[in-house]
C-alpha cells in the first residue's frame, strides 16, 4: 500500500474510543461463554458442540457489536447475503463500514462471503497509487472493513486478539496488514493525553496573592514574582 494511505490514522479519526474499549472489554467474556455453552450442553456431544460453538459465538458477539455501536451513537445496517443465510451486522463509522467475523489465526484473511465481496469492491479507489494526494478525498462509507477476533490456538474458550483488515476490491486478499484494536486503542488514549496536555499549557495561570506581614489583612494585588 501506498504510504501516504495510513488506514489506522483514519481509525483513530473515526472509530469511537468508546467503540474500541468496549469491543475488547467483552470478546473475553464472549468466548469463554460460548464455549462453556455448547461443551456444557447435555444433549450436544463433542464433535456437535464443535461444530456450532463458532455459530453461537457469532451471535453472541453480533448482538453485542450491534448494541455497543448503537449505544455510541453509530448507525448500524442490517444486510442479509444475496444467497440467502444470516444477516450480517454492519457499522457505519464515518469513512468505514465495518463488519465482524471469526479467523483462524491473527491476520489471517475471512473465509469467502458474497456478502463481503459484493461491499468489497467499495475499496476499488485503495489501490490508486496516490490516493490520498488526489483532490477527492474519502467520503463518508467510502472503506469498507473487517473486524477480526481469533482465539488462542489451542484453547478456542480464550480470546486472543482482534484487528482491522481492509480487503480488496475482489475480496481476496488484505491491502495492507490488518491493525491491532489494542494499538487503535492506546494510540487513541495518547492522542486524547496529548490534547489535554496542550489544553493544561494555554491556560492562563491563576494570579498568586501575597499576604501582608504582621497579621494585615491581605492585598487586593496580584503578587509580582518577577
Known amino acids: 500500500m501506498n504510504q501516504n494511505l495510513d488506514i489506522s490514522e483514519l481509525l483513530i479519526q473515526d472509530v469511537p474510543p468508546a467503540l474500541i474499549r468496549q469491543i475488547l472489554d467483552i470478546l473475553p467474556g ?28 457469532r451471535g453472541f458477539f453480533e448482538s453485542q457489536y450491534r448494541n455497543l455501536a448503537i449505544g455510541c451513537g453509530l448507525r448500524v445496517d442490517m444486510h442479509t447475503p444475496p444467497s440467502g443465510g444470516c444477516e450480517h451486522v454492519q457499522v457505519i463509522c464515518g469513512r468505514f463500514r465495518l463488519i465482524a467475523c471469526h479467523v483462524q489465526s491473527p491476520g489471517a484473511f475471512p473465509q469467502h462471503s458474497d456478502c463481503r465481496e459484493q461491499y468489497a469492491g467499495v475499496n476499488e479507489h485503495i489501490a ?94 496580584p503578587r509580582d514574582d518577577t
Open 30 to 57: 464472549i468466548y469463554q461463554d460460548a464455549y462453556d455453552e455448547v461443551h456444557g450442553h447435555p444433549k450436544l456431544g463433542e464433535p456437535e458442540a464443535k461444530s456450532v460453538l463458532g455459530y453461537l459465538r
Open 128 to 221: 490508486q497509487t496516490d490516493w490520498l494526494a488526489k483532490p477527492s478525498q474519502p467520503g463518508e462509507q467510502s472503506i469498507f472493513g473487517v473486524l477480526t477476533h481469533t482465539a488462542e490456538r489451542h484453547d478456542q474458550r480464550q480470546f486472543r486478539c482482534a484487528q482491522i483488515g481492509i480487503p480488496d476490491p475482489e475480496f481476496d486478499k488484505w491491502v495492507d496488514k490488518p491493525v491491532e484494536l489494542l494499538d487503535l486503542r492506546d494510540k487513541q488514549m495518547r492522542a486524547y493525553q496529548a490534547q489535554e496536555d496542550l489544553q493544561g499549557r494555554n491556560q492562563d495561570p491563576m494570579p498568586k496573592w501575597k499576604k501582608r506581614q504582621n497579621g494585615d489583612q491581605e492585598s487586593d494585588q
